[in-house]
């Protein structure tokens, strides 16, 4: 398997959104709206999302993931001083559980901690990939961050003190 990223542009956000759309769909699911309705909802969201994370981490680094040549996934990372964030990281479905995520995760950590600097995620409570996360040894904050609505957890990998 051949993990590539590149940067995002333009022509990739029809893919971006579809993307988002997979990210989303059981959650829309049970609302059993019309079609138009539910694409609208989700445009809607996407872009409040989109302009939200430029607005906050306007020199994030913005990848679209590829296995063997085609686009399966994003990464955005804002590497701040004095810590890094993972804002995003999503795989379509058909690409989750096989190995994608644990690759870039400890791709972003390892470079994380050449940096020295720790690295921070929100994450759904209930959402499947906290596992991976906490295997990555990420862990959960003590106090949730400002920005940690109810349903988040905020986690942070710290890297292992310099000599």
Known sequence: MSIDLRAATASDEPFLFALYVSTREHELAAWGWAPAQRDAFLRM??????????ARYPGADHQVVCRDGQPVGRLLVARTTPEWRVVDIALLPQHQGG????????????????????????????????????????????APSPEAADPYVSMTWRPAPRP
């Open 45 to 54: 969201q996407w872009m409040a999302q989109s302009h939200d994370w430029a």
């Open 99 to 142: 190995g994608v995520g644990t690759r870039l995760l400890t791709h972003v950590r390892d470079e994380a901690a050449k940096a020295g600097a720790p690295l921070r995620l929100q994450v759904l409570r209930t959402n499947p990939a906290r596992r991976l996360y906490e295997r990555l040894g990420f862990e959960a904050d003590a």
